[in-house]
């Protein structure tokens, strides 16, 4: 019987290998590009909710890239509480397969994989949707995502003025002086989602509300302004729509697909002011080039993007590969 053998890959592993802020953004590009040709095969996720009392879900994330000939699979933890024991609120585990024969390559700590593929899904998008000239910066939230959006984003646009927020003072104002270091330059903690937002060229919105909540109004959003919300709970004014002039969303089934009180966008969908006909693009067709991105200026764009598996499986194929060359990891026998 011949030997099957796989490569276990822990977070201080990935950490040895060098990878890139510009590496992962590549990496979710060039898949994005993809998903715009037909490329990959995508399945919408899937939820287990277990009975714990509401502290938290698993999302499991299907999905195959035709170019590189892998499929895989994600199950990510969403634990909103778990800052109290000091652990991150999205751990994961991505499974990676040879298509050809079924056999698992490897087993990759997916937690900084689920954040950077996040913030490089932001990156991404704002690359094509937001102004060229954008120089002010609003972001809600402090969590993992929320250090790939900031950074990633500033990589591109070099901001003049980034402004932050989050639910408690003590994680706002501990993520502003953690990026101030790391970008050099001054990051400002503030109080209010007004103050973070209003009248940002690029506003994002990656809260942890445990209850829907209009936080964030329409008159924020200002002409020429980029817009991505993708809390798991929604945070956005039902009428919000009414002021947006392009929606884009990372892939129009997934849109609708999982629990029914998950989705940034999600009351906008039941109740019917969120529909195919009212979305411009899937941002795989803006980044292939078969559906144009912004064309003005003046246009207020709404990303919304809820996570493709694909682009967890771009992030952990290039992983994979480099560890290959370094000899990174642990092997485990398989059989």
């Known amino acids: 019987m011949t030997k099957v ?23 979710v590009e060039d898949v994005l590009a993809d998903h715009g040709t037909g490329r990959v095969v995508f399945e919408p996720r899937t939820h287990l909710v277990p009975d714990n009392g509401g502290k938290g879900h698993f999302n499991v994330l299907r999905g195959h890239l035709s170019a590189k000939r892998v499929s895989g699979v994600k199950v990510v933890g969403d634990f909103v509480s778990n800052f109290e024991r000091g652990l991150p609120s999205e751990m994961a585990l991505i499974l990676l397969l040879d298509p050809e024969t079924g056999m698992p390559r490897a087993i990759v700590d997916g937690t900084m994989i689920t954040d950077a593929r996040t ?48 639910k408690r003072p003590e994680s706002r104002a501990d993520f502003a002086e953690r990026l101030a270091a790391r970008l050099g330059k001054p990051v400002r903690a503030c109080a209010t989602w007004e103050e973070t937002l209003d009248g940002a060229d690029i506003l994002v919105e990656a809260s942890r509300l445990t209850s829907p909540e209009p936080l964030l109004r329409k008159e924020f959003v200002r002409p020429g302004a980029l817009l991505v919300p993708y809390g798991t709970i929604s945070a956005l004014e039902l009428s919000l729509l009414d002021v947006v002039d392009k929606v884009v969303v990372d892939d129009w089934r997934e849109s609708r697909s999982g629990n029914p009180a998950f989705g940034a966008l ?17 941002i795989g067709d803006v980044v292939a080039g078969t559906r144009p991105g912004r064309e003005n200026d003046r246009e207020r764009v709404l990303f919304w993007h809820r996570g493709l598996s694909t682009t967890d499986l771009a992030v952990a194929h290039l992983i994979l590969g480099r560890a290959e060359q370094a000899d990174a990891g642990t092997m485990l026998p398989y059989r």
């Open 119 to 166: 913030g490089a899904m932001t990156a991404v998008g704002a690359k094509y949707l937001a102004r060229r000239d954008a120089k002010v910066l609003g972001h809600v939230g402090a969590r993992g995502t929320a250090w790939w959006n900031v950074v990633l984003l500033d990589s591109l646009f070099d901001f003049d003025e980034i402004r932050v927020t989050s």
């Open 266 to 282: 999600r009351p906008q969908l039941d109740a019917g002011l969120l529909t195919e006909e009212r979305v411009h693009a899937e």
């Open 5 to 27: 053998w796989m490569r276990y890959l822990s977070g201080a592993d990935i950490d040895s290998l060098g990878i890139t802020g510009a590496d992962i953004v590549g990496a």
